[in-house]
């Protein structure tokens, strides 16, 4: 694929975090591919993406709380001049308490506080979405494993009991009959930091809406319709499809977005039909796990971001193209083993000429680490997957 290239200013020095997420491989590729400079954090030598071609340095890091904080300040500090680009939750969280300890030389794109917060808030989303005119479950916070109960015989079963924020983690559990609420009720409550909500079930398959936003101003957005998911049960991408044209779903994303007053890149995540119902599910205020997707579909997301941060006017949004990506090391054959009437499928995209991964034969050592961190977890996350069914 031609990639066209950016009206910016001679390119500079970015600071990647999270070296160990599937999706910052792509990330780092595609700020090298327009010519920066890129560092990365990384809790240490097994993040895959600390070894790619396309990192100049990588800099250890503490997952989170102030150590981590500290260190991403010094980090940004000794490379200014230099655009951040926070990858997960944790380091999100950690740009939003920085936002006043930024040295000179430090760009970086963060919503402003409120939306922000709204934002990790699914309830709160939730209120923002409705008031402008986009449908969400039916949901109320529960305190108890009886009001976890009580949900359930209002909206029916199953019920999914999640955490109201975003936690980092998967702090969500399904509930299908009354003896199972006692048990998700303290699941969900022991990995939540704030109330568990109880929420309807909506049935049909995931969608995204994702954007980059320049102070409150759409610039660029992508579609894509999940194609498989780890777990089975709901998650994040294991296969999906880019979707180059479906209104509602622009129209959906793009009024949330719009109503934060979004400043930055975020994705949208739905599920439904777009021709009947469509639902909101939450906001991702970060890059989201699916972002290779838009990559492979010709959307530039985190060069375009940092053209933005350099003081670049953007050309306008080309079409995105019609694509499938699957992360066989990133869920798709963790969902083959669980599903074993998906394998073949599973096993077909992860070899077929016409499917893009990530994998490079001019980028080859990451995946070798992805490969070492796929043993790693696995027998963890067959279990998880198992009490998630």
Not at 16 to 26: I, N, S, W
Not at 30 to 57: I, K, M, Q
Not at 213 to 234: D, K, L, N, T, Y
Not at 278 to 283: I, S
Request: glycine share 8%.
């Amino acid at each position: 694929m031609t990639r066209p290239p950016h009206s910016a200013p001679a390119a500079t020095r970015v600071l990647v975090t999270d070296g160990e997420f599937k999706h910052t491989l792509g990330i780092v590729r595609d700020l090298a591919d327009a010519g920066h400079e890129v560092h990365l954090l990384a809790r240490s030598g097994r993040a895959p993406a600390a070894h790619s071609r396309s990192v100049h340095a990588w800099h250890a890091a503490s997952a989170a709380g102030a150590a981590f904080d500290q260190r991403l300040l010094e980090v940004a500090a000794r490379l200014a001049p230099v655009s951040v680009l926070p990858v997960g939750s944790a380091s999100m969280a950690a740009a939003d308490r920085l936002r006043d300890r930024w040295p000179d030389g430090v760009r970086i794109a963060i919503a402003p506080p409120a939306a922000f917060a709204t934002a990790n808030r699914k309830d709160a989303t939730a209120a923002v979405a409705r008031a402008a005119g986009v449908d969400t479950p039916r949901e109320r916070v529960v305190a108890s494993a009886a009001e976890a109960r009580a949900a359930l015989a209002e909206f029916g079963a199953p019920i999914v009991l999640k955490s109201s924020r975003e936690e980092g983690v998967k702090a969500l559990r399904y509930v299908r009959d009354p003896a199972q609420a006692d048990a998700a009720f303290e699941q969900v409550r022991a990995l939540s930091a704030d109330a568990v909500l109880a929420q309807e079930y909506v049935r049909g398959p995931g969608w995204g809406f994702s954007g980059l936003w320049w102070h409150g101003r759409r610039v660029r957005a992508f579609m894509h319709r999940r194609v498989r998911e780890w777990p089975p049960s709901g998650g994040t991408s294991a296969a999906a499809d880019s979707v180059p044209r479906c209104e509602p779903l622009d129209r959906a994303g793009a009024a949330v977005l719009d109503a934060l007053g979004w400043h930055g890149v975020a994705m949208v995540e739905f599920k439904g039909d777009p021709a009947s119902r469509l639902v909101l599910m939450e906001v991702n205020a970060k890059f989201w796990g699916s972002h290779d997707v838009a990559l492979a579909g010709g959307v530039r997301f985190p060069s375009d971001l940092v053209a933005l941060l350099e003081g670049a006017v953007l050309p306008p949004q080309a079409p995105v193209e019609p694509v499938r990506f699957t992360w066989p090391l990133g869920g798709d054959l963790w969902h083959g083993l669980a599903r074993p009437a998906a394998l073949p499928r599973v096993l077909w995209d992860a070899v077929a000429p016409g499917v893009h991964h990530s994998g490079r034969l001019d980028d080859p050592l990451p995946h070798l680490y992805e490969l070492a961190q796929w043993a790693r977890s696995t027998p963890g996350a067959l279990r998880e997957a198992a009490r998630l069914r």
